[in-house]
């Protein structure tokens, strides 16, 4: 039943070239937007227990194992969800011809898929591989200057990370003897805390390549550079949510499946997270960039998930897969925004930006909705997941984390009313007494995902009880 | 580990290995980029012969169709598209060699000194050295590893699209 | 066998010295890729010496396929992309390329 999640995109994707050059072209948007809602339709049944995921549909013929908790069907959800929103804000925003953008988006989708559902540690680089070369792919999908360059250094990085990684690899063939998740838990499980050095290495290793891939501090140097300089539609896409499932996902599952959730390697995840957390914030503020900001915003608070990871308690896991979900929802919906306002006022720079909240309603409105979320404020989604970490860390009677956490709440809410402030409200910029608010299909996009944020705030009460039913605490 | 006991399978390996890190230090030394191609291209088949000995058949033959012929095709028309235009371009680049070809043999020289003396001294005794192969390779390409050649399929057809997009010219408005 | 297994590791140490020196000193772009493929070199012949060692060879060799297909997909859109930066400044050297930040 999971493979379905990578054999219907691949079969769409084949079948559609397969049509006749017109053919193709007219209906690639409607075939990639089918295809990433009945993902999200596919993954919400699953996670209600309505479909049996251990179906077997293809008998004998495939012999391809995956798996899924409920923590990777909600993955599978928030890809779908941000791949149909960045599909929305590509057929809108993008000039020219979209026909490739359509089918690379579809790889993307494919790619993080198999991230999230295989279990064995060279499969999980063959899919990081996959989402990383069509991420190279589609920020230079318009060939212009900046875009090279960016995704040049991308692609050095990501070759560094590359090599890394299959090094870890090659030692753990060598100690361990296989690359299955379960196997290399029964070893560690096994040894208990006295690993060899090889496998310590091999770990650091694998850890660090993931963090270079992810643009987690402190590798985060090529990810602003390559944000900035991809089309909108793709930034919607990378910062929405490939970034986070190629590193803080991946993440979570070296660390539960692996690590078998050690205490040490916990305190270092702590520490890089609380570190993500302040120094993001700190470099956000000075920004004169929209985008720019909201990518050093990102990682600050992808410093919060790592946080909640390194906590390890299953309080702390569930805090971080919930930020991470709501991070994927306002995020995604601020670079909608930011799409929305570069579109229709041609700049970026906050300076000339103001007072848009007259002449783009629907924009400003759900903006503020973003942001209240990312900040933390009651009743809205983001005030949950931010409080259940903070809890976590508590729990853990880890103070001082708990501490810089909420101090770098204070941080956050500071950057984000200047952004309000600059872009949406204060006098209106000059020159743009004519912008009209942005195309149908936009509004339709920031309004779906502002209900969602607050209507997951607003339920979460109900919500809670689920989690609890399905025996996560 | 004595010395005394080499066997001349082994003194095959090791000439072979000094072949593939000398011809990796040319191909990255050499101011010609197409003589770094070629460089590039015996690397790699030297390391087919590698993977021959060490019982790899077939990664030896699919390394040596892939890498030693399609991407030193790809580094050529690559090279070939973008040579520099002016003469003063050719010359720039040219001065800046001369510090590397004595620079990296001599780290290399000490480095490997240093770990033949390391590893002298070393035990493996944390390593799985004892498996058995039960199953034969197609079995464990097409049975177990079913994933990989998925991913395998997702990935060329990202290539075959990285392709479109990047070498294809833009239609004149 | 171990002591080829030493010698192995020796010239996968020395390729990744090769491949990391020349990728962090080279101006050329053309160079840069050389010196990713000679680190992909270094990495498959750690893949297929540990394969070796250990009696696993068949599936390195798995791995090892894999990984070629993979390395054969960056190389060509990695020189798709150089090719475009030289049809954008018209030179193939890095230091040239300081339009963005950092």
């Not at chain 1, 140097?221 to 991809?230: E, F, I, V």
């Not at chain 1, 860390?393 to 809410?413: D, G, M």
Request: charged share 10%.
């Amino acid at each position: 039943m999971l493979l379905l999640f990578l054999i219907v995109p691949l079969t769409g994707l084949i079948l559609l070239n397969l049509l006749s050059k017109k053919a193709a072209q007219g209906s690639a948007f409607g075939f990639a937007f089918l295809i990433m809602i009945s993902q999200m339709v596919l993954s919400l049944l699953i996670g209600s227990s309505m479909l049996n995921k251990d179906m077997d549909l293809f008998g004998s013929f495939f012999l391809i194992k995956l798996t899924a908790n409920p923590y990777s069907v909600l993955m599978l959800f928030t890809i779908g969800l941000v791949s149909a929103v960045a599909l929305v804000v590509g057929k809108c925003s993008n000039e020219g011809d979209n026909y490739k953008f359509n089918n690379l988006i579809l790889i993307v989708l494919m790619g993080m898929n198999g991230v999230v559902m295989v279990n064995d540690l060279f499969s999980l680089y063959v899919f990081l591989e996959i989402t990383a070369v069509t991420s190279f792919i589609l920020i230079v999908l318009y060939k212009k200057r900046n875009a090279l360059e960016g995704s040049f250094k991308y692609l050095i990085m990501s070759a560094i990370a590359t090599v890394l990684m299959l090094m870890a690899i090659s030692l753990i063939i060598l100690t361990v003897g296989s690359l299955n998740y379960s196997d290399i838990n029964l070893y560690v499980a096994k040894l208990g805390g006295s690993l060899p050095f090889p496998v310590m290495a091999a770990f650091v290793m694998f850890v660090s390549g993931l963090s270079i891939k992810a643009g987690l501090m402190p590798f985060h140097g090529w990810l602003p550079d390559a944000y900035m300089s991809a089309p909108s539609s793709v930034s919607v896409l990378l910062a929405g949510i490939v970034t986070k499932i190629v590193g803080v996902y991946t993440m979570l599952i070296v660390f539960q499946n692996v690590f078998a959730s050690d205490k040490r390697f916990g305190t270092i995840l702590m520490i890089f997270g609380c570190f993500s957390i302040v120094f993001g914030a700190i470099l956000a503020i000075g920004q004169k960039d929209f985008k720019r900001m909201l990518a050093y915003s990102s990682i600050s608070q992808v410093g919060y998930i790592i946080l909640g990871i390194g906590i390890g308690t299953p309080l702390g896991i569930l805090g971080a897969v919930f930020h991470f979900f709501n991070h994927a929802s306002f995020k995604t919906l601020l670079f909608v925004n930011a799409t929305a306002v570069e579109k229709q006022t041609g700049t970026r720079q906050l300076d000339k930006l103001g007072g848009l909240a007259s002449k783009m309603p629907v924009t400003g409105g759900t903006s503020v909705v973003a942001f209240l979320s990312a900040a933390g404020i009651p009743p809205l989604a983001g005030f949950w997941s931010k409080l259940i970490i903070i809890i976590a860390a508590w729990q853990a009677l880890e103070y001082s984390f708990a501490i810089i956490a909420i101090f770098a709440s204070v941080l956050t809410l500071a950057y984000f009313l200047v952004l309000q402030r600059r872009v949406f409200f204060g006098e209106l910029g000059e020159g743009f007494q004519e912008v009209k608010e942005v195309c149908a299909g936009i509004k339709v996009v920031e309004i779906v995902l502002a209900s969602i944020i607050v209507g997951v705030g607003i339920l979460f009460p109900f919500i809670f009880d689920f989690i609890k039913s399905l025996g996560l605490l | 580990m004595s010395f005394s006991d080499i066997t001349s399978d082994q003194v095959v390996m090791i000439l072979v290995l000094l072949g593939i890190v000398i011809s990796a230090v040319v191909a990255v030394t050499v101011r010609d980029l197409l003589k770094a191609a070629i460089a590039l291209a015996v690397t790699s088949a030297i390391l087919t012969v590698i993977m021959f000995i060490m019982n790899a058949f077939m990664a030896a033959v699919f390394e040596l169709s892939v890498c030693t012929g399609l991407i030193t095709v790809v580094f050529i028309s690559a090279i070939s598209l973008t040579r520099p235009k002016t003469k003063e371009e050719n010359v720039k680049i040219e001065k800046h060699k001369l510090r590397r070809f004595v620079l990296l043999p001599v780290i290399l020289i000490v480095v490997a000194v240093s770990l033949v003396l390391l590893f002298s001294k070393l035990n493996i005794n944390w390593a799985v050295l004892t498996g058995t192969s039960t199953e034969s390779f197609a079995d464990i390409l097409w049975k177990v590893r079913q994933i990989d050649v998925l991913g395998q399929i997702i990935i060329i057809l990202a290539g075959v699209f990285g392709v479109i997009v990047l070498f294809k010219e833009r239609d004149v408005k | 066998m171990t002591l080829v297994f030493y010698c192995a590791i020796i010239a996968v140490v020395l390729l990744l010295i090769i491949g990391f020196a020349s990728l962090l000193t080279s101006r050329n772009f053309i160079r840069i890729l050389i010196s990713l493929e000679v680190l992909m070199k270094a990495v498959t012949l750690m893949i297929i010496s540990v394969g070796m060692v250990t009696h696993r060879i068949e599936l390195t060799q798995s791995l090892v396929i894999t990984l070629i297909i993979v390395e054969v997909v960056m190389i060509a859109v990695a020189a798709g992309i150089v090719i475009g930066i030289h049809k954008h400044y018209d030179t193939l050297d890095s230091t040239k390329l300081r339009n963005l930040k950092g």
